[in-house]
């Protein structure tokens, strides 16, 4: 490269979950290879949205994206990716400074879609999953004189999963602290859960190959990280579709057994995955944090039925107990849906009694939101937003009360903390093993595990100071 030449810039933005995140670093790092280096979005000439559908409020922060930075950065060229882009491409390429429209099923092209390589420049045609070049959505286009390329195939005829580790602000080009990354192990869900949108853009499971994430965790650890994030769709069900067959608690055993990585932390499993032997394993070893995130959705039998869920109310309290007795100190989180259709304020109250009743000490609360093409959008009795808001709140104020009780308990005593980044010139923000945020007195690098002894908490928040 001439040193006149300057070097092309590009910003990324995720949105939604810890896999996005993960597949956010992965184009992150195509993008790299091909030249591009990390900018600001008012700066960048390429601006990737990597999108999230699981919500309606999803759907509009994405589009509120592209309007923010297009009047911020006109002549950028905007990419958009993610599970949005695959479920409704041409609502987003009639958006104005569009240029590209990526579904999930060639986000692993989109390196070549936006500057192609002699020697890859073919594999645009002939993309993993089929491409459909949706010629009439430059009818609709707003800028007819930058008109929107789109390319969205059938995401089941993907085999493997797209992952590289995700490193905190990495993705967006903002640093690089290679604090608590996040790997990608498994992509795509084989459940049929009536309210939910993602088998449908995400495609089947499929899981990342033993080998290959032992390659991943070891590169890791070599780096310096103190904890991995262990992420998926439906992460419980790695290895079921590997030939031979797996599971994860073998995933996880290997990791112990053949890597050096301090921590390890496992992302959110469904009820019925969490299963003896897993919960004996990350109970009994001191590398796996003591965390839990189990689903619940509703605590209505009933409502659990519309929705088309595997387990029972009853299953599920018996895993959160189990998880409890063999844990004492764990964090233990869900996922609960308030507003599904149909649902009475008696189910709701089931959901709220077995919420107060369980040792959940946070929860991840949203209120319904119809997907296009899901059975629940069809059914009747759908319940007006207001009301699902009002119980997302008595939700919201009970496992405050529940998640602030939890904090209180561990004062006086010492806590394992990640260090996260510092605060001003007081304190720094870490995180226990038992996946409570702490102030640390003092400054700190981040990266750094510290045993911090607990001395007061506010609103469910530690404050403490190296032991």
């Known amino acids: 490269m001439r040193y006149h030449e300057r070097v092309p810039g590009f910003y990324i933005e995720n949105f939604g979950c810890r896999a996005s995140q993960a597949d956010g670093a992965a184009i992150a790092r195509q993008l790299a290879d091909r030249g591009y280096d990390s900018s600001e979005p008012d700066q960048a000439q390429v601006v990737v949205l990597n999108t999230c559908t699981v919500t309606a409020d999803a759907d509009r922060s994405a589009r509120a994206a592209v309007r923010r930075i297009h009047a911020a950065n006109p002549a950028a060229q905007i990419l958009l990716t993610g599970c949005y882009a695959q479920r409704a491409p041409s609502e987003l390429a009639a958006l104005p400074g569009v240029s590209w429209v990526v579904g999930n099923s060639h986000k692993s092209e989109i390196a070549d879609i936006v500057r192609p390589?002699?020697?890859?420049?073919?594999?645009?045609?002939?993309?993993?999953?089929?491409?459909?070049?949706?010629?009439?959505?430059?009818?609709?286009?707003?800028?007819?004189?930058r008109p929107t390329s789109v390319y969205v195939g059938d995401i089941f005829a993907h085999t493997g999963p797209m992952a590289a580790p995700f490193f905190g602000q990495e993705a967006s080009g903002r640093g690089d602290f290679r604090t608590r990354p996040n790997l990608k192990v498994q992509d795509g869900c084989d459940n049929r859960c009536s309210f939910c949108i993602i088998p449908s853009v995400r495609g089947r499971s499929r899981s990342s190959p033993l080998d290959r994430v032992l390659r991943d965790i070891n590169a890791l650890a070599a780096s310096g990280c103190q904890e991995v994030v262990i992420s998926g769709i439906n992460l419980?069900?790695?290895?079921?579709?590997?030939?031979?067959?797996?599971?994860?608690?073998?995933?996880?055993?290997?990791?112990?057994?053949?890597?050096?990585?301090?921590?390890?932390?496992?992302?959110?499993?469904?009820?019925?995955?969490?299963?003896?032997?897993?919960?004996?394993?990350?109970?009994?070893?001191?590398?796996?944090?003591?965390?839990?995130?189990?689903?619940?959705?509703?605590?209505?039998?009933?409502?659990?039925?519309?929705?088309?869920?595997?387990?029972?109310?009853?299953?599920?309290?018996?895993?959160?107990?189990?998880?409890?007795?063999?844990?004492?100190?764990?964090?233990?989180?869900?996922?609960?849906?308030?507003?599904?259709?149909?649902?009475?304020?008696?189910?709701?109250?089931?959901?709220?009694?077995?919420?107060?009743?369980?040792?959940?000490?946070?929860?991840?609360?949203?209120?319904?939101?119809?997907?296009?093409?899901?059975?629940?959008?069809?059914?009747?009795?759908?319940?007006p937003i207001h009301v699902a808001r009002q119980r997302h709140h008595v939700l919201r104020d009970l496992i405050a009360e529940k998640k602030r009780a939890f904090a209180c308990s561990f004062e006086g005593q010492v806590l394992d903390s990640?260090?996260?980044?510092?605060?001003?010139?007081?304190?720094?923000?870490?995180?226990?093993?038992?996946?409570?945020?702490?102030?640390?007195?003092?400054?700190?690098?981040?990266?750094?595990?510290?045993?911090?002894?607990?001395?007061?908490?506010?609103?469910?928040?530690?404050?403490?100071?190296?032991?």
């Open 236 to 383: 419980g069900r790695w290895g079921r579709d590997l030939n031979p067959t797996s599971r994860f608690e073998g995933l996880v055993e290997t990791i112990l057994e053949r890597t050096s990585i301090p921590k390890l932390r496992l992302s959110s499993i469904e009820p019925m995955d969490w299963s003896n032997r897993l919960i004996r394993l990350v109970s009994l070893s001191p590398r796996i944090a003591k965390h839990a995130h189990v689903p619940l959705q509703s605590g209505s039998d009933s409502v659990l039925r519309r929705m088309r869920r595997k387990y029972r109310p009853w299953h599920y309290r018996e895993k959160v107990s189990r998880i409890r007795e063999a844990m004492p100190t764990a964090a233990i989180g869900a996922d609960v849906m308030t507003g599904f259709p149909g649902e009475t304020d008696a189910e709701f109250d089931e959901t709220r009694r077995m919420v107060e009743e369980l040792p959940l000490t946070y929860l991840h609360i949203f209120p319904y939101s119809a997907r296009p093409g899901t059975p629940a959008a069809e059914l009747p009795e759908q319940v």
């Open 418 to 467: 990640i260090t996260l980044h510092s605060s001003g010139v007081d304190f720094t923000n870490a995180l226990t093993d038992n996946f409570l945020e702490v102030h640390v007195a003092g400054r700190y690098e981040p990266n750094q595990w510290l045993s911090i002894r607990i001395e007061s908490n506010g609103d469910g928040v530690l404050y403490g100071s190296p032991a």
């Open 117 to 145: 390589s002699d020697a890859r420049s073919s594999s645009i045609h002939a993309p993993i999953a089929p491409f459909v070049p949706l010629r009439s959505l430059l009818e609709t286009q707003s800028d007819p004189i």
